[in-house]
Nanobody
Framework: QVQLVESGGGSVQAGASLRLSCASTGRILTDGTTGWYRQTPGKPREPVASLSTGGPIYAASVKGRFTVSENNARTAVYLEMNDLKPEDTAVYYC????????????WGPGTQVTVSP
């Protein structure tokens, strides 16, 4: 199973930017889909952005403001978040979903993003 660790969360005011990073334990993330999810208390975890063979996919609520990318070595995934809004406040999780359904989906421990008005 892939080990993932997120970083880059914090507390900012509305309109600010943050860049989240997700590093794998040196494993190249090529045989699956990598993505970002977020969760607020009492609500299910929701997809934010993902990278797959067809390119990036974004939730409607973040399209045009967030950008997902990966490093050249394909061992890290990033989420550039611009024009942050209070409704973006959540714990953000990195995810790796292998193409092989026999393998486990991996999640990082999450990083808190808080956006104040």
């Amino acid at each position: 199973q892939v080990q993932l660790v997120e970083s880059g969360g914090g507390s900012v005011q509305a309109g600010a930017s943050l860049r989240l990073s997700c590093a794998s334990t040196g494993r190249i993330l090529t045989d699956g889909t990598t993505g970002w999810y977020r969760q607020t208390p009492g609500k299910p975890r929701e997809p934010v952005a993902s990278l797959s063979t067809g390119g990036p996919i974004y939730a409607a609520s973040v399209k045009g403001r967030f950008t997902v990318s990966e490093n050249n070595a394909r061992t890290a995934v990033y989420l550039e978040m611009n024009d942050l809004k209070p409704e973006d406040t959540a714990v953000y999780y990195c995810n790796f979903n292998p193409f092989d359904s026999q393998k486990s989906v991996s999640w990082g421990p999450g990083t808190q993003v808080t956006v104040s008005p």
